[in-house]
């Protein structure tokens, strides 16, 4: 155990040795964001674009994804929050 004082606060730092168990806390946390090559080329809107709902008017996309034959797009919008929406069936528009 080390301790020094940074700014007048008392500060410990410890080594955990290997195979303790606490080392695998964030093993599921990606090392990563998906490359360019992971993303799926052919999905109609990327994250992060701006969308008009008939209904909803304006959001942003916050996800996409590829469900069977369906795309699932996840849109923040003011008027009503998240929603999860099939495009098969809702028409956004991009703005």
Known sequence: ???????????????????????????????????????????PFRVGAKLRHARWGEGLLVGIQREGSDVIATVHFASVGRKRLSLEYAHLEEL
Do not use: E, I, Q, R
């Not at 500060?11 to 090559?37: E, I, K, Q, R, Y």
């Open 1 to 43: 155990m080390t301790t020094w004082s940074a700014s007048g606060v008392a500060m410990v730092a410890l080594t955990l040795p290997v195979g303790c168990g606490l080392n695998d806390l964030f093993s599921h946390v990606p090392a990563h964001a998906p490359a360019a090559a992971d993303v799926d080329d052919d999905l």
